[in-house]
């Protein structure tokens, strides 16, 4: 099925302009979902809002939103309040800068987008694309959507351009938050390091060798249960040792002797035992057809 394009932008960098159309470049069809039911009735449930101080349902019309400013004190917004302060929506992409693209680091990536061209714009956007791509850079720049503004990143890729959404700095913690000790490194351990490194490294990253086991495993329990199948709880396998001797476990995986991970299950797994318990009377069997 042929893609869809959410969006019309102009990209913009000094005085040229590169009309062109916005697809979303991730999809969330494909993610599993549960609705909540009734346990007595399998009925779908709504959601309902109570009043913790007069322990009422309130109707949605009766519903503001707030800002808690101090312990159980909040000022309040009206909707007309919260529109007035969110960004205009714009059908631009204004380019401020451009930067190596090794410079931005990938844990400041949110959403991304596919680029394509518009009417117009298919010699701008191959010329953009080029150069990104031969000047080993990256364009930033900002883009206002559903009432945000992000900052967003244009990179080339094999086959044209992506505009990735990126996190602002005060999103993002800094390493330096963590406690983490300095540790020296022996010359020994860093060369049967880095000789596994090379044995397992890859010309490049194929996402079609990761599947979502978790997923499988979910999409076939659920086919089960349609066929009024019963479910089959496997206990969870025990995991590897801890090894000791870091020099031992590099000769070992170096030679292949190390540990191998089972292959998912694909049955559904047991609870842990701490949840069991609270979990059994909620479980009920399906009858065989």
């Not at 990536?109 to 010329?127: E, Q, R, S, V």
Request: charged share 30%; proline share 6%.
């Amino acid at each position: 099925m042929a893609a869809r394009s959410i969006a019309s932008l102009t990209i913009s960098f000094g005085m040229v302009a590169i009309p062109v159309k916005l697809y979303s470049a991730t999809e969330t069809s494909k993610t599993v979902s549960f609705n909540m039911l009734h346990k007595g009735c399998g009925s779908r449930l709504k959601q309902q809002y109570v009043c913790l101080k007069e322990e009422v349902v309130v109707p949605r019309d009766d519903i503001v939103k707030g800002y808690e400013f101090a312990k159980d004190q909040y000022v309040t917004f009206s909707p007309d309040e919260l529109k007035a302060l969110e960004e205009t929506g714009s059908h631009s992409a204004e380019i401020s800068e451009f930067v190596p693209i090794e410079s931005v680091d990938p844990v400041y990536f949110d959403k991304a987008y596919y680029l394509a061209p518009d009417k117009g714009g298919a010699k701008p956007y191959a010329l953009l694309a080029r150069a990104l791509r031969e000047s080993g850079r990256c364009a930033l720049g900002r883009w206002a959507s559903h009432g945000k503004q992000h900052v967003v990143m244009i990179r080339p890729v094999e086959d044209g351009l992506v505009m990735q959404q990126l996190l602002y700095g005060s999103d993002v913690r800094s390493i330096k938050d963590l406690d983490i000790p300095h540790t020296e490194v022996k010359d020994a351990e860093l060369k049967l390091a880095e000789q596994l490194i090379d044995q397992q490294a890859v010309d490049r990253f194929d996402p079609d060798a990761y599947t979502d086991a978790v997923r499988a495993r979910i999409e076939t329990a659920v086919q089960k249960k349609v066929e009024g199948q019963e479910i089959t709880l496997i206990e969870e396998g025990e995991g590897r040792g801890q090894v000791i001797d870091l020099m031992e476990a590099l000769r070992a995986s170096l030679e292949k002797k190390a540990p191998v991970t089972p292959a998912p299950q694909v049955e559904a797994r047991k609870p842990p035992k701490r949840a069991r318990a609270a979990a059994e009377p909620a479980v009920r069997k399906t009858a065989k057809k």
